[in-house]
């Protein structure tokens, strides 16, 4: 029932933005504002919209490709380091060595 509702009034407000063009007060500032409020609420209710579809799971063909790509990873073999020789870390000196010209 919500859907229905954020549809039907995410369409109200494009109906006057048409109302608005059609009597040619969008030329106006106060047309261009209204039809800059009602693009907002149309916009808020259609995004309302769209949740509540995702949340119903009605948009799942729209994440196909993001599940497939994750149940399918090639996964790298893991190569462990060889063991070295009793060899000592580089240690660097703190103090850079100065060179002289």
């Known amino acids: 029932m919500m859907l ?5 009034m995410g369409i ?3 109906l006057g ?3 608005t063009i059609a009597t ?5 500032v106060d047309g261009l504002f209204m039809s800059l409020i009602l693009l907002t609420l149309s916009g808020v209710f259609f995004l309302n919209a769209y ?3 995702r949340d119903r799971g009605a948009l799942a063909f729209l994440h196909k490709k993001k599940a497939a790509v994750a149940e399918s990873p090639k996964a790298a073999p893991q190569v462990a380091p060889k063991p070295t ?12 060595k100065e060179v002289e010209s």
Do not use: F, H, M, R
């Open 51 to 53: 949740w509540e579809l």
């Open 12 to 14: 109200v407000p494009l």
């Open 24 to 28: 040619g007060t969008v030329t106006t």
């Open 4 to 8: 229905v509702i954020s549809i039907v």
């Open 17 to 19: 933005i048409a109302w």
């Open 85 to 96: 020789a009793n060899v000592p870390p580089a240690t660097q000196d703190s103090k850079p």
